[in-house]
């Protein structure tokens, strides 16, 4: 966990104030097709961060739970990012409060490598299956939630630059309270994508 002069910004317009970050630096990988018929990425109703379209920030309150034998990392959440320029470096940061002990960790996977990998393709799945029944069943957050995995470039078959964001949460706090250890509160955090300049190396 670090503080950041990002978070620290962000905490002066939103409450309460975001003061832990954890940041993924990826390349974005080669153009691929997608399929415009169904099932297909929209189908997965993700979350997306977009370059294009400048949805590059998302605030969402996300589960976490305590490691396990069988959820070592925690819990797991699993967004698009989308509109990426291929060999271009993206950051991708996920801010939280500091008042909730939470370890946080990301990662990016091409589409192939989730979809040739079945533990990974079982979590996948098995978020989906709950995105899907949270905004089916409630008005509220269809509202809430912005747009989904709604790819602006899947219409015309065009190759796009695209990648799988894996965000792990573990509970990281111990207390007496018996309600708090037994059902962990969902977490308030702000994940944000970005061109990473590297200050040594040309864009």
Not at 35 to 64: E, K
Request: charged share 20%; glycine share 4%; aromatic share 8%.
């Amino acid at each position: 966990m670090r503080t950041s002069a990002f978070c620290w910004a962000l905490s002066l317009t939103l409450l309460p104030a975001l003061g832990n970050v954890e940041k993924l630096i990826f390349l974005a990988p080669p153009s691929i097709s997608i399929p415009s018929g169904h099932p297909n990425l929209q189908d997965l109703y993700l979350d997306v961060l977009s370059t294009p379209l400048s949805l590059l920030s998302l605030r969402r309150q996300l589960p976490a739970s305590f490691p396990s034998p069988n959820d070592p990392r925690g819990n797991e959440t699993w967004l698009l990012l989308e509109g990426l320029e291929v060999g271009r470096r993206y950051e991708v940061r996920i801010c939280w409060v500091a008042t909730q002990p939470t370890s946080f960790l990301l990662d990016t996977f091409q589409l192939g490598e989730v979809f040739d990998n079945p533990s990974l393709i079982s979590s996948l799945a098995a978020y989906s299956e709950k995105r899907q029944d949270t905004i089916f069943n409630s008005k509220q957050d269809v509202v809430q939630s912005g747009r989904t995995s709604e790819l602006s470039t899947t219409s015309d078959g065009a190759p796009i630059s695209t990648l799988l964001l894996r965000v792990s949460a573990a509970a990281d706090y111990f207390t007496t309270n018996t309600a708090l250890m037994q059902n962990v509160p969902l977490v308030e955090v702000d994940i944000s994508e970005k061109i990473h300049h590297h200050p040594d190396l040309p864009d």
